[in-house]
């Protein structure tokens, strides 16, 4: 099998349904992921938007798997394959690379805080490795994962370089999530021309970074945005684009009032009209009355709309 | 069955061996707890210092499975069960309490940070009510984790007495990892006649722990230096208890200077003439050439030895 072609665009960090008793809902879990695929938006199922790191290994290969069953076309896909231990990770990028996944996107090992480069070239590299013996690597494609508020544990620009050296065409890109345009530019500019994506962590800087040379963005409100982020990716060189990249800001900006993934189920559960999507798996907990009543009012106000969001009810 | 006794006294997070491919090594793995066992230190398997969240859940259930094949007394035993994903956490406890350990060392979940007291509440209970389903509450015996600066998830008075008034006798106690005796002194003045037993997590405040009314210590340093911390740990009302200890945190002082785990493993490479045990899995490295020098004029300077310890060899 040879390479899907490289992915670009929007991808978002699927959020992962559950039912009452915390499980998760492969059925409604499709049901989304059929509908932001139709909206033009790529699949970066199991990202921290996810509660991937909630997720056991079989979890995640489990739901993998029902996606691909129905009929989920993988070089849409970009799964989360990081883990804290190296065998989880090397286990879910196997499968990943086997199903024929565009890519895959790799935190780092995150509980040991303040390691050494040398320890995280060896953890990648580790990954990288196994899993190219395994399965061969021309259909492996790594995206690391910089994001350094939630893990932790931040991705340099000498670990990139160094890890860009010793896998070419394999280490493929990065979401930057530093939430510092600064540093994706850097990232841009310094490993762009050496077949390196950089995509956004969050469509909040989407224009600035194609103006730089970017790939797109993974951005968790593409679970509830979606072709109003694609229309910019799209259109990122039109007139009106600042004017775009402002609306999508607002939006943004309604959700990122309440804790995000808590914020994007209530609001598919209100579009959805299906209550069971508010579940998230502790430690996270589902917004609370008086929040679910102000992310309405500021939605309301936006005009805010998921066009077809019926079909995302179990 | 029932309960065995309160663990009390001096417990170590076992180090954990790796052979040359990073696989865990069950041989050395055994020695070293027998070797444990026999200097008087409990068995707090699984810890930060045994690189617990670089073992898949597999490894980690084929581990404790080696132990008690080996006949290590389940008695003894308090594994690390904490994990990101409850399905994990749920699996390795179920398991641990199923096999007769003495207790359990419950880590938070630790990836995603700034949660709710409520998310976190939730997410032991969880834990909790399926195990105590499961294999039954009586068997149950939970302590928590609170190792602020490397899991980033504190666990708070507050959250704590409410785990504790939800679940008397099954939350037992806690090992405080803060590196604040102020903090250790302020959960057995508010816990301790509850039947919570507050353990230290160093070595290096175990006077003042027990001078408090805590229950001991669980302290990395155990796996070097065992029986003069469980000698002060025995005679923590003798006279020369101040002496005692200053002469525990000297040899403490003395790995403090580099990376704990990778120290306490050069160590034992050395002591045990078995340099396999300098094995560390990514993302943690093993000491440089110079630090190990440096080391081992550090521990010749206190006269550091550790007796019997040609057994730990592979």
């Known amino acids: 099998?040879?390479?899907?072609?490289?992915?670009?665009?929007?991808f978002s960090p699927v959020l992962t349904p559950f039912t009452d008793g915390y499980a998760p809902d492969a059925r409604r879990f499709v049901r989304?992921?059929?509908?932001?695929i139709e909206q033009g938006v790529g699949l970066a199922v199991f990202g921290t938007n996810s509660e991937a790191n909630s997720l056991s290994l079989d979890e995640k290969r489990g739901l993998l798997d029902r996606l691909l069953d129905a009929g989920i076309?993988?070089?849409?896909?970009m799964p989360g394959t990081g883990a804290c231990a190296l065998p989880d990770a090397i286990a879910l990028t196997r499968h990943a690379v086997t199903a024929g996944c565009a890519g895959v996107l790799m935190l780092p090992p995150f509980y040991y805080k303040g390691v050494s480069?040398?320890?995280l070239f060896r953890a990648f590299a580790e990954v990288i490795e196994a899993v190219g013996e395994?399965?061969?690597d021309a259909r492996l494609r790594v995206y690391l994962y910089h994001i350094p508020a939630v893990s932790q544990v931040p991705l340099g620009l000498d670990l990139i370089d160094r890890l860009l050296t010793a896998y070419p065409g394999i280490v493929a890109g990065i979401k930057d999530s530093s939430g510092d345009l600064a540093n994706t530019r850097a990232m841009i500019e310094r490993f762009g021309?050496?077949?390196?994506?950089?995509?956004?962590?969050t469509e909040a800087i989407l224009l600035e970074t194609m103006r730089a040379g970017g790939a797109g963005c993974i951005t968790a409100t593409g679970n509830v945005n979606p072709a109003p982020i694609v229309d910019l990716y799209a259109n990122w060189q039109a007139a009106d684009a600042d004017a775009r990249q402002a609306a999508l800001n607002r939006t943004r900006a309604a959700f990122q009032q309440f804790p995000m993934i808590a914020a994007m189920k209530e609001a598919i559960a209100v579009q959805s009209a299906d209550g069971g999507w508010r579940t998230v798996r502790p430690p996270l907990t589902e917004l609370q009355e008086g929040q679910r009543a102000l992310l309405g009012q500021a939605l309301d106000a936006l005009g805010f709309a998921m066009p077809g969001a019926e079909r995302l009810a179990a």
Chains 1, 2 share one sequence.
């Open 1 to 10: 099998m040879t390479q899907s072609a490289r992915p670009r665009g929007v």
């Open 134 to 136: 395994a399965v061969g």
């Open 32 to 36: 989304h992921c059929r509908w932001l």
């Open 117 to 119: 480069d040398d320890g």
């Open 73 to 77: 076309p993988p070089d849409r896909l």
């Open 193 to 201: 021309a050496r077949g390196f994506d950089v995509f956004a962590g």
